[in-house]
């Protein structure tokens, strides 16, 4: 089976850098997407890695490690609408979509 | 980008009736579409997968006459509760995938539906 594990809950300064950590166990995969949701919204892509390392993207990056199933999203110079909920996802062997109980990220002034 | 729609955005209904929620593409062809729901201070979870022309897949636990779903063109699913309860009372999401791409999905702005 699947298992996907983030934290539930995490806080963070305006202008800090948070880490928010994911993993997972899965007999197939084929990539791991982290999504932004705001509340009452649909989540919006963030990022999607299929091999190791670190990707980046303006103030967001995404690691992964395939063999240690862990993979993180970095958000840095953090601002106040980054309050959201951040959602890990893989992408299993049918090409579905698991997804993660999603971590509420509250940014403080 | 890839475009994704969904009407209405919100809707009240009584116990009893049904509801139908469109999904479109509007800039690709979705040969596969995803439903989800998500009830508060919850993750996403998938009801049904549809490909175009054929009938959808749903998860364990979702009922099939219940949630009927159409996909009946590669750009329109749609999704009718039928005699919703409050119990049913739920947002829910559409996602899209485009024809030869099996990684991204993309999602719709989803439906609030509160059943009274």
């Known amino acids: 089976g699947q298992n996907i594990d983030q934290p539930t809950e995490m806080t963070a300064t305006e202008g800090a850098i948070v880490q928010i950590n994911c993993t997972y166990q899965t007999s197939g995969f084929n990539g791991l997407f982290w999504y932004q949701q705001h509340a009452g919204e649909a989540p919006t892509f963030l990022s999607y890695n299929v091999l190791d390392g670190l990707e980046e993207k303006g103030r967001f990056s995404s690691f992964l490690s395939r063999s240690k199933g862990y993979s993180y999203l970095l958000l840095k110079e953090l601002k106040l609408k980054d309050s959201a909920s951040y959602l890990c996802a893989l992408l299993d062997s049918n090409y579905q979509l698991i997804w993660g109980a999603g971590t509420k990220l509250i940014i403080k002034p | ?116």
């Open chain 2, 1 to 116: 980008g890839a475009v994704v729609s969904q009407h209405p955005s919100w809707v009240i209904c009584k116990s009893g009736t049904s509801v139908k929620i469109e999904c479109r593409s509007l800039d690709f062809q979705a040969t596969t579409m995803f439903w989800y729901r998500q009830f508060p201070k919850q993750s996403l979870m998938l009801m049904a997968t549809s490909n175009e022309g054929s009938k959808a897949t749903y998860e364990q636990g979702v009922e099939k006459d219940k949630f009927l779903i159409n996909h009946a063109s590669l750009t329109l699913s749609t999704l009718t509760v039928t005699s919703a309860h409050p119990e049913d009372s739920s947002f829910y999401i559409c996602s899209a995938r485009e024809g030869g791409q099996v990684e991204e999905q993309f999602f719709g702005p989803g439906t609030r539906l509160t059943v009274l």
